[in-house]
């Protein structure tokens, strides 16, 4: 019974081992199949591909190349100011003089301007008018102080000046001036009543260019000066308010 038995079991064995050889083999096949399915697929990919690119790789007698279209940009009119570049400006003024103690009264003369750098200039100027009654001369009730030639006022001053606001004028809207505003001081000698009178002047103006050699000018000034004409020695401030044209060459 027990030999029956060993052979049984030896026979199993056997069909087991000759099974998994069966097996073996047959998965073998298969994997060499799906290997040879594989590449024969990948081949045709690869041959379809290099197919498309053939097709649609375009030679050189197929580009239409367009035109190149150069530009030229537009080009403005460009105006080049005609302002003279000369640097003397010579010109003649005239306007209101108001003298401490006489009043208001007509005042006019000549100036000259050296233009050192675009924003500084050198002034010289003189002028003259001819005072009026004081306030106690026309209170005296006919007292004169000065005579007729001592009432001629005159003065001389030389200035530094500076341009502080340089700019341009619109005068509707076609016209453009240019101007600007500049400071000016100096010194200088007032000449009245029989004396001389050392004269600090101070101001302001304005400089207008109506052509490329013309100019207008408006100016303000104070002369100060030390007067002892009514007994007192007093320091005396003497508004003027001028226009005038200048010239430059």
Known sequence: MEDRIQRLSGQAVMMTARSEQVNAKHLKKYAQRLAGVVLLAGAVVLTAGFGVQNANAATADDLELEPLI?????????KIERLDSENFELGAFGGVLS??????????GVRAAYHITEDFFVEAAYASSTLGQTSFEQLSGGAQLLTDDERDFSYYNMSVGINVL????????RWAFKGGLYLIAGIGSSEFGGDDRFTVNGGLGYRLAAT??????????????????????ETKHNFELTAGLTVFF
């Open 99 to 108: 003298v401490e103690d006489f009043g208001s009264d007509v005042v006019y």
């Open 212 to 233: 490329d050699w013309l100019a207008f000018r408006v100016d303000v000034r104070d002369h100060v000066f030390k007067s002892d004409l009514l007994g007192e020695s």
């Open 70 to 78: 150069v530009r030229e940009p537009e080009r403005r009119e460009v």
């Open 166 to 173: 340089p700019g341009e004028a619109f005068i509707t809207d």
